[in-house]
């Protein structure tokens, strides 16, 4: 079974940065994209960032282009967000995902870690 562990969430003040882990583990060798989604209270999940594992292939939501980079570490089956001059809007749970191609969609990834929370202050 593929389990997904996110780590590095926490409090910041606006214009910080964070930079959020999800170490994998199991068989992930048939999902070719991870991802990164949030969650914000009253709000669906919205999709942040995309990278295929057997290419260079990067996707991001307009709102946080320029801003957050998602990277991987091939090495260490661990996916990265880097997050920078963060904002209040950027408050949510973060979630990791695998999936099937790369897009910001959730109904193509079906594995999911459960979690970390980002709250940004202003």
């Known amino acids: 079974q593929v389990q997904l562990v996110e780590s590095g969430g926490g409090s910041v003040q606006a214009g910080g940065s964070l930079r959020l882990s999800c170490a994998t583990s199991?068989?992930?060798?048939?999902?070719?994209?991870m991802g990164w989604f949030r969650q914000a209270p009253g709000k669906g999940r919205e999709g942040v960032a995309g990278?295929?594992?057997?290419?260079?292939?990067?996707y991001y939501t307009d709102s946080v282009k320029g801003r957050f980079t998602i990277s991987q570490d091939s090495a260490k089956r661990t996916l990265y967000l880097q997050m920078n001059s963060l904002k209040p809007e950027d408050t949510a749970m973060y979630y990791c995902?695998?999936?099937?191609?790369?897009?910001?969609?959730?109904?193509?990834?079906?594995?999911w870690g459960q979690g970390t929370q980002v709250t940004v202050s202003s």
């Open positions: 995902a695998a999936g099937r191609r790369l897009s910001l969609s959730e109904s193509d990834f079906d594995y």
């Open positions: 199991g068989y992930t060798s048939s999902r070719n994209y």
């Open positions: 990278i295929g594992t057997r290419s260079t292939s990067t």
